[in-house]
């Protein structure tokens, strides 16, 4: 699977944003989704995931209640819906695949190119 992430722009405090992540492949379906996220001068880190079977989904305390993470199989995409957005979460967005259900990001087998957030206070 290959993926395509977008969606990403500049927003004001308080403000909303949806990132889309685009699959290639027709096994996208069979892949756990997780988006990560890494800001200038941090290492890489977890925001959200959802399973392939059931559609669990699993979030980081830094964005629950904010963020909701979704998924189309038929449309072979998934969505990140940020919502009360801060300067906290301005970073590089990234979307990846697992065949395992997992907040690890060494885990995830395929990555999306990232897409920029730039919340401004």
């Known amino acids: 699977v290959q993926l395509q992430a977008s969606g990403g722009g500049l927003v004001q405090a308080g403000g909303s944003l949806r990132l889309s992540c685009a699959a290639s492949?027709?096994?996208?379906?069979?892949?756990?989704m997780g988006w990560f996220r890494q800001a200038p001068g941090k290492e890489r880190e977890f925001v959200t995931a959802i399973s392939w079977s059931d559609g669990s989904t699993y979030y980081a305390d830094s964005v629950k209640g904010r963020f909701t993470i979704s998924r189309d199989n038929a449309k072979n995409t998934v969505y990140l819906q940020m919502n009360a957005l801060n300067p906290e979460d301005t970073a590089v967005y990234y979307c990846?695949?697992?065949?395992?259900?997992?907040?690890?990001?060494?885990?995830?087998?395929?990555w999306g190119q990232g897409t920029l957030v730039t919340v401004s206070s």
């Open positions: 492949g027709r096994t996208f379906s069979s892949y756990a």
């Open positions: 990846a695949a697992t065949k395992r259900y997992t907040v690890a990001a060494p885990e995830y087998e395929t």
